[in-house]
Structure formats: C-alpha cells, structure tokens
C-alpha cells in the first residue's frame, strides 16, 4: 500500500503548508509590486490574505482564490474560478490529485489568466 502524502504526522504537514502559503503570499506581494512598477495593475488589483490554514487571494472584483489545508488527507485545497483541485505533497512536489499537475502549474496558469500577463509561481 502507498502512502498519500509525504507526512507521516499532522504537524509536520500543518508546517510544511504554513511555509508554502508564506512562500506563495512573498510572491505575490513581489509580483503585485512589480506590476504596479510597471503600471500594469491598479496598486488594489488583489490582496494576499494569510491566516492559520488558508492562504486567499481576493481581487478588487470581488473574486476569490482560496487555499486551505486539509489536515486529515494532508492535502491543501484550491478553490477558484467555481473549480476545485486537490493537491497532495509527493516526494517534496504539490501534485493535484486526479490529474498530475503540479499545484504551480495551476496557480501561475489561474494568476496569468486573472492578470492578463505571464505569472511565474515556485516553490
């Protein structure tokens, strides 16, 4: 039987997502200061929102992406755009559960489709 995730206890998973949501949420304040740099975007055109076990995104059209840690199936939740992905950590890498894709894929393809320019996400 394989293991679902790379955890083997709760608290190590709970920190293992605080850090990449504090990761995620750098990022994106960098990017939002480079575009606004760039007079690209509007300095209001989304707000990073960092709490105990979510990380949400919410754009000044009152659009929302959401993170959120699920601790019991070690997996963090990605909600937007009315579309839901589920990623598990295998071998140091966030994959979406049901299609293979790494959990920057999709987030740098939702924040360049949402901005209107290329995003690049790492982790």
């Known amino acids: 039987m394989s ?33 606004e740099d760039k007079k690209a975007i509007e300095a209001d055109f989304f707000e990073p929102q960092l709490a105990a076990g979510s990380l949400s995104v919410v754009f000044e059209d009152g659009s929302v992406f959401m993170l959120s840690q699920q601790t019991p199936t070690h997996e963090i939740w990605l909600s937007a755009n009315y579309t839901a992905w589920h990623f598990l950590c295998e071998e140091g890498q966030w994959i979406e559960r049901d299609t293979g894709l790494a959990m920057t894929e999709v987030l740098a393809q939702l924040f360049s489709d949402k901005i209107g320019t290329e995003v690049q996400i790492q982790l």
Do not use: N
Not at 4 to 21: C, G, I, T
């Open 3 to 35: 293991k679902r995730s790379d955890f083997s206890e709760d608290r190590l998973f709970r920190l293992a997502v605080q850090e990449v949501y504090e990761d995620l949420a750098d990022q994106l304040e960098d990017l939002l200061e480079l575009l």
